[in-house]
């Protein structure tokens, strides 16, 4: 589960800006609809707008406490959250069935872009489209492979690890295919990266993560405020209709949550790059002389990672050379040393 293997790159700086953009914010926007619902007087008797621009201070105040106490109750449970969003729905025989059908439906549409980008390439036939004189015809058929491509990428790559979300199939295609080449498995070493790896990588990954979350929390909360516009408005005629505003709120939402899981995913896959051979050293392993003794000595460092045996061969030595935040100096190549 990618939300989950970054809990400890925040550090004490996500406490007051965390909790500010991710928890208060859609939270005491959430309860002034809330408010402006009630002031209406829909709830038991005919519509009075005029209401609403007659605020209490008193009344003010209890929101705003409201809203306190909401993103308090909500902050402790966003991992939670998140996880719902990415379809991890429980076992519950009415989930079950829930997220067996949405599983199967992706399934089927990632089946669909694959045949689509093939018979598009098919059609191209390995034709070039180089030069302003390619025919209208070749245009689309690359604009469909490329359309499709885009779109099964968002998918992993085997139908067991497909989940019933949109979201969690973009996170777990990041999960399972970041540090894959160098023999790494995110979900056991990003948390350990991100506590040597430098403030910029640190800093990306956060960001990506914040606007990943606070997407999913106002999705949430405007799909509360759909239900609660529905509540109000029922006996109201076409007044009803309102309730399409925070749907289309929290539909683009999490639209744009999915695009944000690519941006935090790409996060992933830098800080790997990046950061993987300053992790080697802080944990005293030689540094790889080649990409095959690179894979060989993650293959070990993953079952020690996942509390299995140690089998890790001779520790280096101690680096006294290395500034905290700056990358290792390059080894020599044994081949022209």
Do not use: C, K
């Amino acid at each position: 589960m990618s939300t989950d293997i970054i809990g400890a790159a925040a550090g004490a700086g996500r406490v007051g800006r965390y909790f500010s953009v991710v928890s208060a914010l859609p939270s005491t926007v959430f309860l002034a609809y809330v408010y402006v619902l009630i002031r209406t007087g829909a709830w038991n008797g005919p519509l009075n707008w005029s209401a609403v621009v007659d605020f209490d201070p008193a009344q003010l105040l209890v929101v705003g406490l409201a809203a306190l106490v909401l993103s308090l109750a909500l902050n402790p449970l966003q991992v939670q959250l998140l996880r719902l969003f990415e379809g991890y729905w429980g076992s519950g025989t009415l989930a079950q069935q829930l997220a067996t059908m949405r599983t199967l439906h992706h399934r089927r549409l990632r089946a669909d872009h694959r045949m689509a980008a093939f018979r598009a390439r098919q059609r191209l036939g390995g034709s070039r489209l180089e030069g302003a004189a390619a025919p209208p015809w070749m245009v689309r058929a690359a604009v469909r492979d490329a359309t499709h491509r885009l779109a099964e990428g968002r998918y992993p790559d085997r139908d067991s690890e497909i989940l019933p979300t949109s979201l969690g199939n973009v996170l777990r295609s990041y999960e399972s295919r970041v540090g894959r080449p160098y023999g790494i498995e995110a979900i056991r070493t990003i948390p350990r990266l991100a506590m040597v790896a430098g403030e910029r990588e640190t800093a990306y990954m956060e960001n990506q993560r914040t606007q990943l979350e606070l997407a999913v929390r106002t999705s949430l909360l405007s799909l509360l405020g759909a239900v609660v516009t529905v509540l109000f408005f029922w006996r109201h005629g076409w007044w009803l209709l309102l309730a399409l505003v925070p749907y289309t709120v929290a539909y683009l939402t999490y639209r744009g949550a999915v695009a944000l899981a690519e941006e935090y995913g790409m996060s992933m896959a830098v800080m790997v790059d990046v950061s993987r051979f300053r992790l080697y050293d802080t944990l005293r392993l030689p540094s790889p002389r080649g990409h095959d003794a690179e894979v060989a000595q993650n293959a070990a460092l993953m079952d020690v990672f996942g509390f299995g045996d140690m089998d890790l061969g001779v520790y280096a030595e101690t680096r006294t050379d290395i500034e905290p935040g700056t990358s290792p100096p390059a080894e020599p190549d044994p081949d022209t040393a």
